[in-house]
């Protein structure tokens, strides 16, 4: 019996698809007391939280005995740190070796992506004019919300305006103009201090569609991912748009979900050692159009690794079959 407990108040096509495919769909809006007072009086056997920490009531919610057995999954990739969680749901291609140390919940590694994705529809490329991205530039996307770019990152971005001058990296605005205004700050601080002089390398697209977001991809030269917290549907979107990610994977599984991505599509070779490799890689991308088209067809190829996989599922269904049969244990690592 799946129940699913709803407790936004603004609905969304992914909502009401997970609520038609539930045998019991239950809504509450409103503080954490509430909320928790009708998850108690389900009864449940198991809760599963998508995502601790993306709100207030989640976190408050996490620290409250509400089942027999509580799970925490990868929505919010950082462990919650509550002994009232039992399991973190995680993607075993994510994470690495010492994962286990890393959280305070048993790990629960699950195959491939951790979940199953449905393949995105095709991209049909459309101009570069339309989203006003020069022609005759090489353009290095940076996707990522703006408040997820490290300033590690940054030393990256000037390297490679350092060294390709026909360079321009696109970004996407942030979700206020005082976070976009103080992005560009730090760039301009940046590129002054690197000595670097501004010549219209940097460009600030608008939020837009996802329609609109993946035909700026498949019009951009190369994807630059972020160090300590990579790309995640951003990835998969580029991916989807056949755009070649460069990746420099992080300690954390936050910081590896793109490589977890390349592994899987069969393109190991943007997966970068090292900060220098990162920026040679990019760049031979950037330059290559032969290279880039090579791995661009690959990519398309190995898409079937990462979208409507059933393993994911079926591995979830039989570690909660366990859970049930085990009850909470603490302090080993469960892979299924």
Request: glycine share 8%; hydrophobic share 40%.
């Amino acid at each position: 019996h799946l129940c699913t407990l709803f407790t936004g108040g603004v609905p969304d096509p992914h909502a009401e698809a997970l609520a038609q495919a539930s045998d019991e769909r239950v809504s509450v809006v409103g503080p954490a007391e509430e909320v928790a007072r009708t998850a108690k009086s389900l009864a449940l056997d198991i809760l599963v939280f998508p995502d601790v920490g993306m709100t207030n009531n989640s976190s408050l919610l996490a620290n409250l005995r509400l089942a027999p057995l509580q799970c925490a999954a990868w929505g919010h990739p950082v462990t919650t740190g509550s002994r009232f969680i039992d399991y973190f749901l995680s993607c075993g291609d994510m994470e690495p070796a010492d994962a286990a140390t890393h959280y305070r919940e048993e790990l629960v590694l699950l195959p491939g992506l951790g979940t199953r994705y449905p393949r995105p529809p095709r991209v049909e490329k459309a101009e570069r004019d339309r989203s006003g991205l020069p022609r005759d530039k090489r353009i290095y996307l940076c996707p990522q919300l703006l408040h997820k770019i490290h300033p590690d990152t940054d030393a990256l971005f000037f390297e490679v305006l350092a060294r390709d001058d026909d360079a321009v990296l696109v970004f996407f605005a942030g979700m206020t103009s005082g976070q976009r205004q103080a992005f560009l700050d730090r760039l301009a601080a940046g590129m002054k201090l690197r000595g670097l002089p501004p010549r219209q390398q940097i460009k600030v697209l608008p939020l837009m569609s996802q329609r609109d977001f993946r035909q700026v991809m498949s019009v951009s030269d190369v994807m630059l991912d972020t160090l300590h917290w990579s790309g995640g549907s951003s990835s998969l979107d580029a991916l989807a748009s056949g755009l070649p990610i460069v990746t420099l994977p992080g300690r954390f599984m936050r910081g590896r979900q793109s490589a977890a991505m390349l592994r899987l599509v069969g393109v190991e070779e943007l997966i970068a050692r090292d900060a220098e490799e990162y920026v040679e890689i990019a760049l031979r991308v950037a330059r290559d159009p032969a290279y880039r088209e090579s791995l661009s067809s690959r990519i398309g190829e190995g898409l079937p690794q990462l979208a409507d996989r059933s393993e994911p599922i079926e591995a979830l269904a039989a570690a909660f079959e366990r859970m049930v049969s085990r009850g909470p244990v603490h302090g080993h690592r469960m892979v299924v």
